[in-house]
């Protein structure tokens, strides 16, 4: 089992920035993928960027530019820099956790961000 805490969500302002963590604890496989999806109302769960432990990344068209993942995998943390945020980028938030070698995939509880016009 992982267990995943994130924290950094907020309210902010078009235009203004928010930085979401995530920490990942328990039996935690070295082969995996952390990252970040999003959920606005009424609308399905959407990829948002992902970075494998090896840092390869892949961000969704709509946030390319404007958001920076990372990780430090000495502390299984994944990070999400959202620079120059639109009132379109308001969702929950949710950290995912994916083991490549087992198929198994972990969530976080989510965190919400609004972006006001």
């Known amino acids: 089992q992982v267990q995943l805490v994130e924290s950094g969500g907020g309210l902010v302002q078009a235009g203004g920035s928010l930085r979401l963590s995530c920490a990942a604890s328990?039996?935690?496989?070295?082969?995996?993928?952390m990252g970040w999806y999003r959920q606005a109302p009424g609308k399905q769960r959407e990829l948002v960027a992902v970075?494998?432990?090896?840092?390869?990344?892949n961000y969704d068209d709509s946030v390319k530019g404007r958001f920076t993942i990372s990780r430090d995998n000495a502390k299984n943390t994944v990070y999400l820099q959202m620079n120059s945020l639109k009132p379109e980028d308001t969702a929950v938030y949710y950290c995912?956790?994916?083991?490549?070698?087992?198929?198994?995939?972990?969530w976080g509880q989510g965190t919400q961000v609004t972006v006001s016009s």
């Open positions: 995912n956790f994916f083991e490549r070698g087992t198929g198994n995939r972990y």
């Open positions: 328990g039996n935690i496989f070295s082969s995996n993928t």
């Open positions: 970075i494998s432990n090896g840092g390869y990344t």
